[in-house]
């Protein structure tokens, strides 16, 4: 079992790395393997929308995000973690999933060759918000969920805390467990 990390904010040990590490060791817990990977150290551009995918099923960008392509692949779960920046997922989060694009044709289904590799795989998310209200980040979630349901993935649920200050989630427990849970879970066979 495989367990991929993908961590969407820009501040490396922040609250939403901190929340992701809880879902790792959760899932590491559990028997699976981790990796994490911090898209603010990747170099990666926003879908051009050039249409070159749908053929082939290869992104024709090449930038860090070639390398990213086939640890998604080969993860039987990924949980995504990110920041909510004006409501919305961070422009690091934005360009991955949006890059997704390559995995399908022209008509929306997984590539041929992808489709093995996806099906069944587990989607869990954890949001961080500095309002009180954690449904500040319901955008984040409707995204996540709308293209877990969309591509037939399996959604294993979101887990979503409040905090402001780098490193306050640290005081959260409940947030904290509620992530390795998630981790637990993404690692269940």
Same mark, same amino acid.
């Given at each position: 079992?495989?367990?991929?990390?993908?961590?969407?904010?820009?501040?490396?040990?922040?609250?939403?790395?901190?929340?992701?590490?809880?879902?790792?060791? $959760?899932?590491?817990?559990?028997?699976?393997?981790?990796?994490?990977?911090?898209?603010?150290?990747?170099?990666?551009? $926003?879908?051009?929308?050039?249409?070159?995918?749908? +053929?082939?099923?290869?992104?024709?960008?090449?930038?860090?995000?070639?390398? &990213?392509? %086939?640890?998604?692949? +080969?993860?039987?779960?990924? &949980?995504? *973690?990110? %920041? @909510?920046?004006?409501?919305?997922?961070?422009?690091?989060?934005?360009?991955?999933?949006?890059?997704?694009?390559?995995?399908?044709?022209?008509?929306?289904?997984?590539?041929?060759?992808?489709?093995?590799?996806?099906? $069944?795989?587990?989607?869990?998310?954890?949001?961080?918000?500095?309002? %009180?209200?954690?449904?500040?980040?319901? %955008?984040?979630?409707? *995204?996540?969920?709308? @293209? @877990? +349901?969309? @591509?037939?993935?399996?959604?294993? $649920?979101?887990?979503?805390? *409040?905090? *402001?200050?780098?490193?306050?989630?640290?005081?959260?427990?409940?947030?904290?467990?509620?992530?390795?849970?998630?981790?637990?879970?993404?690692?269940?066979?």
């Amino acid at each position: 079992m495989k367990v991929l990390g993908i961590l969407g904010s820009p501040r490396v040990g922040g609250n939403s790395d901190l929340l992701l590490d809880q879902a790792l060791a $959760g899932a590491s817990d559990a028997g699976a393997e981790v990796e994490k990977i911090k898209l603010v150290q990747k170099k990666i551009s $926003g879908c051009l929308d050039c249409a070159k995918c749908n +053929e082939a099923g290869v992104c024709a960008i090449k930038d860090d995000m070639q390398a &990213i392509y %086939p640890k998604v692949l +080969e993860a039987d779960a990924i &949980i995504h *973690s990110v %920041p @909510t920046y004006f409501w919305a997922m961070t422009a690091q989060m934005k360009a991955y999933l949006d890059r997704w694009c390559a995995f399908f044709d022209a008509q929306w289904k997984w590539h041929k060759h992808v489709y093995p590799k996806m099906k $069944g795989k587990k989607i869990g998310l954890i949001t961080v918000c500095g309002d %009180p209200n954690v449904h500040t980040a319901d %955008p984040i979630v409707h *995204s996540f969920k709308t @293209t @877990t +349901e969309f @591509t037939k993935l399996k959604w294993i $649920g979101a887990v979503m805390a *409040s905090a *402001s200050a780098r490193g306050d989630i640290a005081g959260n427990e409940k947030a904290k467990k509620e992530a390795y849970d998630l981790g637990k879970k993404a690692a269940e066979k």
